[in-house]
């Protein structure tokens, strides 16, 4: 400044006038820049605070989309068939190898279910009561996603109703918004984010009060941009919150070079400056003004890129701008792959694959055949039992690419565990399609080289054809299905065409299911009882409890006919639950010596509630646990031996007698009977009658009675018809008999006269 006075006093109009002019353009354009400056900050900071908006908008959309995605798995796990039968047989290998591999898929640390008691299978970290009571509450209520706490921590979990058939509970999947994955998260903005997960009651007063909108703050000097967002809450005492936060302050760091460039310009002179400051306005506002309309774009969904013809910062801007979209169109991209393909081998998902089938099925013409194949692996779950899963998975992956080198041309996709599925187009005729699906099944001829396991395998293939077996997708796939049931019904290893009656039988299938349901709870079950007679003593010395259906309109119905659907249904564990309670509530009236036998049904030998059943029953009716005895089939033996052989010895110190029932036709060997506690075996119908003219038979028989006499083990041969089997049979050594010689299967009614009848005491009746 004094050096300006001193040059003013010089006495120089040229240098006056010019040092006036100098300190006029100086100040003038020094204004500028201050204005230029304040204006532009003003103007970023407007930006910036729209891309908070915008990209907090673009957090929530990944947050949802991977809630999609953990949904899409949760509600395929929770329709697979063999999940819903693991859980209706209460099969905790299957369910626990299930869950681990829901975990593995969608990397998260927690996939359990949730039943309607409020119980917890499966869930690997703790939860506390108050939690686990407000979600079950929040899923009782109709409730598929939200936040809750877990081991401390903020998971966002989706959930899936599990019916087996009934609702049994929720599938649950719990993602941590732990530090980690909150940063992970925010890695995924175009902007420097920090993000993280509270409860809301902890938020400070003034971010509380604006919550779901924006808010500056300063902290130590430096301005703060935050929004803080509700989240949903699946408990009643948490309020989750998202918070976000931006540092305004570094951003505008970026925007100082415009300050320098404009500085730089002034050394060029007051006419340079005035059109150097209308280019520099055209080069900067309108660039700014693209940017802004494609991040508006951007926010309602819109990928449009940005055009800026320079090489300054607004245009680096503009290309970091351009590479953002490319980065959010590639994660786009991503998450949609991944919702539409299965994680294991890369094929399109059943969602995929029915909206394929929807697009097909609508431009196929009047002479063109959709064709649809169900197919899956014949035994692949002996493949998971004894190699473990990551070599099942192999296998499939082997599968795939042996399936889409024959179907090239044609959609392949995974519905889930070792079922896939075909979209075969524009077919001319049934020829054509049977062609492929031979090719298809002759491809499994070859054994597939799994980690230095040969493995033969086969498929079984339902083959649904529209327009006449339907003309929607759902109808073809589900047609497709049955079709896949009759094929594996029929033996495996081979293709079968959807047929009529398979929807017919599948509705009947669907009706007795429901009667079966009814049947239980109106009581129209009846127990019938076979004597089981000791030719020795002549005498009854227990009778066989013989379950009977009346039902109100088809009368009578044969135990062959809804006993198999019960198994398959999970409800042969209420109907087995009955049987024993009614069993021993009408025993108990029978002399001392007589018990009474009820078949045990592997579904429900397997359940964790048997025993409990099996001591209350005991306890209402007071009847002796000795006089009360489980007949188990031979199938039991080899599955799962360690614990078949626990659970037998737990039943033996109870009291509770155990018989093996049709010995002989099944898969178990003599040796069996060294391991299991048998008090009884009953010889299988099929030998007693060839005794008469079969040696062979004789000889078995002699060798089953003769084994378990040294054993301790009572025998008993089932079927006897004929007074001369029961001679042959005492002369083998079996004295203990059941048939049709004495006694068709009586009403509880006609027990007592029947006892009476074949007493030996009274010598009413002699069984020779």
């Not at 407000?134 to 899936?160: C, F, T």
């Not at 801007?317 to 590639?330: H, K, Q, R, T, Y």
């Not at 779950?381 to 990551?390: A, E, F």
């Not at 809804?562 to 309670?581: H, N």
């Amino acid at each position: 400044m004094k050096t300006i006075q001193r040059l003013l006093r010089s006495g120089s109009l040229s240098i006056r006038i010019a040092v006036l002019y100098s300190a006029l353009f100086v100040l003038t354009f020094g204004a500028l820049v201050a204005v230029a400056t304040g204006g532009i900050e003003r103007y970023a900071a407007v930006k910036i605070s729209e891309e908070m908006t915008a990209n907090s908008n673009a957090f929530n959309k990944v947050l949802e989309l991977e809630s999609q995605r953990m949904s899409t798995a949760t509600d395929i796990l929770a329709a697979d068939f063999g999940f819903r039968e693991a859980v209706a047989l209460g099969d905790e290998p299957t369910i626990a190898s299930a869950l681990v591999s829901l975990r593995n898929r969608l990397d998260v640390p927690n996939a359990f279910i949730m039943t309607l008691e409020g119980a917890t299978i499966g869930l690997q970290q703790n939860m506390s009561a108050d939690d686990a009571d407000s979600v079950w509450n929040a899923l009782d209520e109709g409730a598929r996603s939200g936040l809750v706490k877990i081991d401390g921590a903020y998971h966002g979990v989706v959930a899936s109703p599990v019916e087996a058939p009934n609702l049994f509970g929720w599938l649950v999947v719990g993602k941590p918004f732990n530090r980690t994955e909150m940063q992970n998260l925010a890695e995924l903005a175009p902007i420097n984010l920090t993000a993280k997960v509270l409860d809301g009651r902890a938020l400070p007063a003034t971010l509380a009060a604006k919550t779901g909108e924006q808010i500056e703050l300063t902290e130590s000097g430096e301005r703060i941009l935050y929004r803080a967002s509700a989240l949903p809450s699946l408990s009643t005492h948490e309020n989750p919150t998202l918070l976000l936060r931006h540092s305004l302050s570094e951003a505008l760091l970026a925007y100082r070079p415009i300050t320098y460039i404009l500085a730089a310009l002034a050394l060029f002179g007051l006419a340079i400056i005035v059109s150097a400051g209308w280019l520099l306005a055209k080069g900067i506002t309108r660039p700014i003004a693209r940017l802004e309309e494609a991040a508006r774009q951007i926010s309602i969904g819109e990928r449009h890129k940005v055009v800026v013809n320079s090489t300054d910062e607004i245009g680096r801007l503009g290309d970091s701008f351009n590479e953002m979209v490319d980065a959010i169109v590639e994660r786009e991209d991503k998450i949609s792959h991944i919702a539409l393909h299965d994680a294991l081998t890369d094929l399109p998902n059943r969602k995929y694959f029915r909206d394929q089938l929807d697009i097909a099925l609508k431009r196929a013409g009047d002479s063109d055949l959709v064709a649809v194949f169900y197919l899956d692996l014949d035994n692949f779950k002996s493949v998971n039992d004894t190699l473990g899963h990551p070599v099942g998975d192999a296998l499939l992956k082997q599968v795939t690419e042996r399936m889409t080198s024959i179907l090239d041309g044609h959609l392949v996709a995974r519905l889930g565990g070792d079922e896939f599925a075909v979209l075969i187009e524009n077919a001319n005729n049934v020829d054509a399609i049977t062609m492929i699906a031979e090719q298809l099944e002759k491809s499994f001829s070859e054994s597939f080289q799994v980690e230095g396991h040969l493995m033969p395998t086969t498929t079984s293939i339902g083959i649904a054809v529209a327009p006449h077996d339907g003309q929607k997708s759902d109808m073809l796939m589900k047609n497709a299905d049955l079709a896949l049931y009759r094929a594996k019904q029929e033996g495996k290893g081979q293709y079968h065409y959807f047929e009529q009656e398979m929807d017919e039988l599948a509705r009947k299938r669907r009706e007795t299911e429901i009667d079966l349901k009814l049947a239980i709870e109106q009581g129209q079950f009846e127990l019938y009882y076979q004597p089981l007679f000791n030719t020795q003593q002549q005498r009854i010395n227990g009778f066989e409890a013989l379950i009977r259906w009346h039902h109100p309109e088809r009368g009578f119905i044969q135990p062959i006919e809804f006993i198999p659907l019960a198994e398959e249904t999970g409800l042969i564990v209420q109907i087995g639950e009955w049987v024993i309670k009614e069993a021993c509530r009408q025993a108990v009236s029978w002399p001392e010596h007589i018990r009474v036998a009820v078949n045990i049904s592997p579904v429900q030998f397997r359940t964790k509630g048997l025993h409990a059943i099996l001591l209350q029953a005991l306890t209402q009716s007071g009847l002796a646990p000795e006089r009360l005895e489980l007949e188990i089939t031979e199938s039991l033996l080899i599955d799962n031996v360690e614990e078949t052989l626990k659970s037998l010895h737990s039943l033996r110190a109870l009291g509770i007698r155990v018989a093996l029932d049709d010995f002989g036709t099944g898969y178990s060997s003599l040796s069996y009977l060294r391991s299991f506690p048998f008090d009884k075996i009953k010889i299988d119908r099929s030998f007693v009658v060839d005794i008469l003219s079969d040696k062979g038979s004789a000889a078995i028989i002699q060798a089953i009675t003769g084994l378990a006499a040294a054993l301790g083990m009572e025998t008993l041969a089932e079927g006897v018809e004929l007074a001369e089997q029961v001679e042959m049979l005492h002369q083998n050594g079996c004295d203990n008999i059941q048939g049709f010689l004495l006694s068709r299967p009586v009403p509880i009614t006609a027990v007592n006269a029947l006892i009476k009848s074949l007493s030996g005491e009274r010598g009413d009746r002699k069984v020779a």
